[in-house]
């Protein structure tokens, strides 16, 4: 009989902690790591963990720890090290920033951000709870390596409506194509595409009707972001509906090909302006440039024979 109490009672006690393991543990961490295996110096890297708990009901307080022997100075917490989860929050992001220096050794460097937690106001946490502290950990693993990594990952496309080309006198201004890349860096050094080329088609996709590449020089992602980014490309084409296959380079690697739909409108339907001077083509070009050459030199030489009789 006493050994059955025994054994009763331990079970008791065994429930008592899985309950009220369940009740305090409503706070975690995703994702729990700030790993990245390819920082060279001068890198900044970001990575965003998002605090979550189950239970808002109060002011919760967050202090953080960096714990990464000899690179502590390297870690910057968007939030500072000590801030509040308001009541009602469920799900907070704090961003760790790693700004390695330009003299960091080329080596892994491992360590830990500990999170502690615990009730702002030290009322309870929940009904019939007591206020305990809560914390989790994020694990970090970084590498410094002495090479540079050029390349990023095609997130989405886009392409907007444009105006059709326009003559003005002897010259044409072609059409602007605006392609619309969202990129992802995945390289540790600033990086774009090289180039853009578009294979226009009729709409049935059948008759190739034009070839076109990117003129303008393509802004770049710093490592490890992800942004929008444009690439202009000139078309003659008049207005209508067609098929445009596109390819995205990086170097001469292409890194993404695919196809999408291109409406051109009539000349002044679209907001969006078109080509200007740099838009000509080079005959085009020429017949400005060229004219103005010759006029400068005339002028030059006009005004350089007035200063010789002169004297």
């Given amino acids: 009989m006493r050994t059955k109490q025994i054994v009763v009672a331990i079970i008791g006690i065994f429930f008592f902690f899985i309950g009220a393991e369940s009740v305090f543990a409503g706070f975690g961490i995703t994702p729990p790591y700030v790993k990245n295996a390819s920082l060279t110096r001068n890198s900044v890297y970001e990575q965003t963990i998002f605090l979550v708990r189950s239970d808002p009901v109060n ?121 619309g890349i969202t990129l992802e860096n995945t390289g540790n050094v600033d990086v774009a595409p090289s180039k853009v080329t578009f294979d226009i088609y009729d709409v049935q996709g059948r008759e190739l009707l034009e070839q076109t590449e990117s003129t303008n020089r393509i802004e770049k992602v710093r490592p490890f972001d992800t942004k929008q980014v444009v690439a202009e490309l000139p078309t003659a084409l008049p207005p209508g509906n067609y098929i445009g296959r596109y390819s995205i380079f990086n170097g001469d690697d292409e890194k993404q090909a695919g ?40 002028v030059f030489y006009a005004t350089r024979s007035r200063k010789g009789k002169r004297t």
Avoid: C
């Avoid at 990023?152 to 006198?169: C, E, M, P, T, W």
């Avoid at 009539?266 to 080509?275: D, H, K, M, P, Q």
């Avoid at 103005?292 to 005339?298: E, G, T």
């Fill in 59 to 179: 002011d919760l307080r967050v202090e953080v720890f960096v714990d990464t022997p000899g690179i502590e100075d390297w870690f910057v917490i968007d939030k500072g090290t000590e801030f509040l989860m308001r009541r009602g929050e469920v799900k907070v992001p704090m961003t760790v920033q790693v700004q390695v220096p330009e003299d960091a050794e080329f080596e892994n460097y491992t360590g830990a951000i500990r999170i502690r937690t615990s009730n702002a106001d030290n009322t309870p946490t929940g009904s019939g709870a007591v206020s305990i502290a809560l914390g989790a950990q994020i694990d970090v693993d970084i590498s410094i390596i002495d090479k540079e990594i050029r390349d990023f990952r095609v997130r989405k496309i886009a392409i907007s409506d444009l105006n059709a080309g326009r003559k003005l006198g002897w010259l044409y201004f072609p059409g602007k194509i605006r392609f």
């Fill in 259 to 298: 196809e999408v739909n291109i409406a051109i409108k009539e000349y002044g339907t679209v907001a969006a302006s078109g080509y200007g001077f740099f838009g000509l083509s080079l005959f085009h070009k020429a017949t400005i440039v060229l004219p103005l050459i010759v006029l400068f030199i005339v």
